[in-house]
C-alpha cells in the first residue's frame, strides 16, 4: 500500500530533480543528469539534498540548499537570517578568509525554478556529536579541537566585513531587546527567563571590537574528519558584532552533548582562548565569554520557546519541550 504523503513526496522530488537537472547543466556544465537525490534536512530556514551530477566526464557528489523565504533582516520581533545567495557569499568570503567552509559550486537564478538557493561541494565527514565525543577513530581530532576551534574562530573575524554588507549589526544590548520582544510575543511567561534577561542587562560586556560573527558555532554545525575539522556549516544566523559571543555559545552546556569539557564537550577553555589568541593577536576578556556563555542559555532557551510554538513539524516541538534544560543550565551557571 502506498501512503498519500509517499506519492507527495515521490512527486516533489521528481519535481526537484527535473529542475535541478537543468540547473546544473546550465550552472555547472551538461549534461547535468542527477542522481541519488536525497533529502538530509529540512530544517526551519532551509532544506538541504544530497545529489551526484554529471558534469563533462565527471561525477560530482554535491548538496543543494534552498530557503525557505525567511526574512534576511527582520524585524524587532524576528531573528535576521542569512539566506539564499547571501548565505553562498558569506561562505565564499570564508573560504577567501581562509576558513573551512563547504567549496559553494554555483548560486541558483531565478529561472532555475527552484527558489532561493545554491549547490556547493559535498565535504565527508561527521557531524554527530555522539560519535565524534566518544568514538576511537576521532581520538586525534579530540586532542586538538578546542584550539583547531580558537584558530578557526580567529579566522571568521578577520572575514571583511565590507564583502558581506547585508549582514544586521547586532551588539549585545540590541540581542537582548531582540529576543525580549521575540519572548514577549509569544505570552508565554517564564519567571526564569525574567530573572535571566535582568542578570543580561546587568552585566553586558564592553565590546572591544566589531567584526563578522557565526552566530551558531557549535558542535552539529561543523563536519569532523578523523583528525581536524573539515568544514563550518549554518551560517544563517551570522551577524556583525562581539566576535566573544562565538567563543561562548560554542561553550554553552547544551552543545557539549553529555561531554565532560567545556569546549564542545572535548575541550578546555584555556586552550580555545590561547589558540584564538595567537592566531587573532588580540588578547581575551573571559568576563566576556563568560556573559556571552551565560546569554546564550538564555538564547537558545527562547528558541526553544519559537520552536515549540512554530507547529511546524513533531522535531519543532521536541525541541520546544527541551527549553527547561537552558534554563536549568543558566540557574546553575550563575549560581
Not at 109 to 123: A, H, K, Q, R, S
Request: net charge negative; with cysteine.
Amino acid at each position: 500500500m502506498v501512503w498519500m504523503s509517499e506519492l507527495t513526496d515521490n512527486k516533489k522530488q521528481a519535481e526537484i530533480t527535473a529542475k535541478l537537472r537543468d540547473a546544473v547543466s546550465r550552472l555547472l556544465g551538461p549534461p547535468g543528469d542527477v542522481v541519488e537525490l536525497r533529502r538530509l534536512t529540512a530544517g526551519a530556514t532551509k532544506a538541504t539534498w544530497a545529489f551526484k551530477a554529471h558534469v563533462g566526464n565527471s561525477t560530482l557528489p554535491l548538496i543543494l540548499q534552498l530557503s525557505n523565504g525567511s526574512s534576511q533582516r527582520g524585524d524587532d520581533a524576528t531573528l535576521p537570517l542569512v539566506a539564499g545567495g547571501n548565505d553562498a557569499a558569506l561562505m565564499m568570503a570564508a573560504a577567501h578568509a581562509g576558513v573551512p567552509a563547504p567549496p559553494v559550486r554555483a548560486v541558483l537564478t531565478e529561472d532555475c525554478g527552484l527558489g532561493e538557493g545554491y549547490i556547493m561541494d559535498y565535504v565527508p565527514g561527521e557531524t554527530i556529536a555522539r560519535r565524534i565525543l566518544r568514538e576511537s577513530q576521532f581520538a586525534r581530532l579530540r586532542e586538538s579541537f578546542a584550539s583547531r576551534c580558537g584558530e578557526i574562530l580567529a579566522g571568521i573575524h578577520k572575514i571583511d566585513a565590507t564583502s558581506v554588507p547585508f549582514l544586521t549589526s547586532l551588539s549585545a544590548q540590541r540581542q537582548i531587546a531582540l529576543y525580549r520582544n521575540i519572548y514577549d510575543r509569544y505570552d508565554y511567561p517564564v519567571p526564569v527567563l525574567e530573572v535571566a534577561f535582568r542578570w543580561a542587562e546587568d552585566h553586558l560586556p564592553d565590546a572591544a571590537r566589531t567584526t563578522v560573527v557565526h552566530g551558531d558555532f557549535r558542535m552539529g554545525n561543523l563536519i569532523c574528519g578523523e583528525e581536524r575539522i573539515q568544514a563550518v556549516l549554518d551560517w544563517e544566523l551570522a551577524c556583525l558584532g562581539d566576535p566573544m559571543q562565538d567563543l561562548g555559545w560554542l561553550c554553552v552546556k547544551t552543545w557539549r552533548f553529555g561531554g565532560p569539557g567545556p569546549v564542545g564537550g572535548i575541550g578546555q577553555r584555556a586552550d580555545l582562548f590561547a589558540a584564538y589568541e595567537r592566531a587573532s593577536a588580540t588578547v581575551i576578556d573571559p568576563a566576556s565569554v563568560r556573559f556571552w556563555e551565560g546569554w546564550g542559555c538564555i538564547k537558545w532557551a527562547i528558541i526553544c520557546l519559537m520552536k515549540g510554538q512554530s507547529q511546524r513539524s513533531v522535531e519543532s516541538f521536541a525541541i520546544g519541550r527541551r527549553m527547561e534544560e537552558p534554563l536549568y543550565d543558566f540557574l546553575e551557571f550563575v549560581e
